[in-house]
């Protein structure tokens, strides 16, 4: 098993950022990579950002694209999500997963990012 702790969400006027963070425990040598997600109300999950901990690559989805950024430290198990120019559609819970074998397996509470016009 894997545990996951979100913190940093929070309420921001648009046009402000945020960062969130991702602590990650126990089974965590089997994990080869971190995402995030979000989930708006009425909406489906979608994927935010992904980091892979053996190349260090990372990927966007397209509607955060050039605004997010996703970095992570796998020596302490750590990943974050630099929000910047935040705008009201970026409103939703965003929960942090670990990936195992191509598959995000555990997924932490969720954090609540609030974005006000």
């Known amino acids: 098993q894997v545990q996951l702790v979100e913190s940093g969400g929070g309420l921001v006027q648009a046009g402000g950022s945020l960062r969130l963070s991702c602590v990650a425990s126990?089974?965590?040598?089997?994990?080869?990579?971190m995402g995030w997600f979000r989930q708006a109300p009425g909406k489906e999950r979608e994927i935010v950002a992904r980091i892979l901990w053996s190349s260090g690559s990372t990927g966007y989805g397209d509607s955060v694209r050039g605004r997010f950024t996703i970095s992570g430290d796998k020596a302490t198990n750590t990943v974050y999500l630099q929000m910047d120019r935040l705008k009201p559609d970026d409103t939703g819970v965003y929960y942090c997963a670990a990936r195992i074998m191509n598959t995000y397996e555990f997924w932490g509470q969720g954090t609540q990012v609030t974005v006000s016009s």
């Open positions: 126990g089974r965590t040598s089997s994990v080869d990579g």
